[in-house]
């Protein structure tokens, strides 16, 4: 499984995962290229609360869900806390974001309902997208630091399992655009919440010790792990290498550029 970055001809720019799309889904990561948003939210701004005009938002919304072939009158938003609650969505939550409030707090969003596009947000968290041809059902995760220690990405693939009947092995998995191990630079916070998650041994491999008492750590890669350690098999999972800190004309990134800044989603549909 690869990334592969695409592009619509009025300048729309994003991702797909190979292996996540095919004749019964549709998905995406967004960069900020290709919508209407002006000034510092320039120009494929997706967040709903970043001061942004409704008006641009849903302009960039129908493009991105154009581009998708995704429905964009059923979106269901996550309401992101940066904790570990997994919401089951049905078509009552059709809306609820766009066009309707949210009245729930969930990381990650899964379903078994066609047509109904389930969305994160990310701007250096790490999205993830998950996909069960066999038992045609969907999900998706926003795993900030916090998360990423409390382990969503797995408990994202076992509420799948005891949900709906999956089996982790059938599942696919995309890691999407995020801060990398180059430029997540932290405080000792960050290490020691995986090594108690995880393991000192387990977290080792994920973290640098720098000099000064900070560290670098693979958020990216330690999702990864968690994947596994639910059942997913290695190769249907694909980690994309772009950093969002590193290209900031490509990607929002809180770090370089703080709380000023657009939102990227990842969106992923069953057809």
């Not at 059923?74 to 059709?94: G, N, P, W, Y």
């Not at 290695?234 to 490509?250: W, Y």
Request: glycine share 12%; with cysteine; charged share 20%.
């Amino acid at each position: 499984m690869y990334f592969i970055h695409r592009q619509e001809e009025a300048g729309l720019d994003w991702l797909s995962a190979e292996g996540l799309t095919d004749a019964a889904a549709v998905h995406g990561f967004s960069t900020r290229l290709g919508g209407v948003s002006e000034g510092h939210l320039a120009s494929l701004n997706l967040g709903i609360a970043r001061g942004d005009d409704p008006a641009n938002v849903r302009e960039n919304y129908r493009r991105f869900c154009g581009a998708l072939g995704a429905q964009m009158d059923k979106m269901v938003f996550s309401h992101q806390v940066h904790r570990d609650e997994i919401r089951v969505c049905t078509l009552a939550d059709a809306g609820k974001g766009l066009d309707r409030p949210r009245d729930y707090e969930a990381d990650g969003l899964v379903t078994d309902v066609p047509g109904l596009p389930l969305v994160i947000f990310s701007a250096d968290c790490i999205p993830i997208l998950f996909y069960d041809p066999v038992r045609r059902v969907v999900g998706a995760c926003h795993a900030g630091w916090r998360g990423t220690a409390l382990g969503i990405a797995g408990k994202t693939v076992r509420t799948m399992a005891e949900v709906y009947g999956c089996r982790p092995a059938d599942i696919r998995c995309a890691i999407g655009p995020g801060i990398s191990r180059c430029c997540f630079e932290t405080h000792g916070d960050v290490p020691q919440a995986m090594e108690w998650a995880m393991g000192r041994s387990a977290a080792a491999p994920f973290i640098d010790p720098l000099p000064g008492g900070k560290f670098r750590v693979d958020l990216k890669g330690i999702n990864g792990y968690w994947l596994e350690k639910a059942g997913v098999l290695p190769e249907k999972i694909v980690i994309s290498d772009d950093c969002t800190s590193c290209h900031p004309d490509i990607y929002w990134s809180h770090r370089h550029t703080g709380p000023a800044r657009g939102s990227m989603a990842a969106m992923i549909q069953l057809l």
